[in-house]
């Protein structure tokens, strides 16, 4: 199983910035889908999670009307959709993957991580 992410960047606040996350091996319509984040000094937080049949999302409340979660089953492919960021949003962002089929806000649910990108926001 290989879970792959793309498009963190630098962003000044305010800015937009959409990441993507690719999982291969693995049986995609079969699981849920999250995205976590890790700022410096502190513990991997629950940013967003989608089902696997892409019909419920959850999202942290420190996100809530900032940022989308959605899914293309057709190219394995989650995306993130971060609107209005601001310098707390500065973090690396991590995809993850797990047969199960609501979404988990505990990392430990899910078996299937990528190795993160950095989204940095800063003026």
């Known amino acids: 199983v290989q879970v792959v992410e793309s498009g963190g960047g630098l962003v000044q606040p305010g800015g937009s910035l959409r990441l993507s996350c690719i999982a291969s091996?693995?049986?995609?319509?079969?699981?849920?889908m999250g995205w976590f984040r890790q700022a410096p000094g502190k513990g991997r937080e629950f940013v967003a999670g989608i089902s696997r049949s892409g019909g419920y999302t959850s999202y942290a409340d420190a996100v809530v009307g900032r940022f989308t979660m959605s899914r293309d089953a057709a190219k394995n492919t989650v995306n993130l959709q971060m609107n209005t960021l601001k310098s707390e949003d500065t973090a690396v962002y991590y995809c993850?993957?797990?047969?199960?089929?609501?979404?988990?806000?505990?990392?430990?649910?899910?078996?299937?991580w990528g190795q993160g990108t950095q989204v940095t926001v800063s003026s």
């Open positions: 091996g693995l049986t995609f319509a079969r699981a849920s």
């Open positions: 993850a993957a797990a047969y199960r089929g609501g979404v988990s806000s505990d990392s430990g649910d899910y078996a299937y």
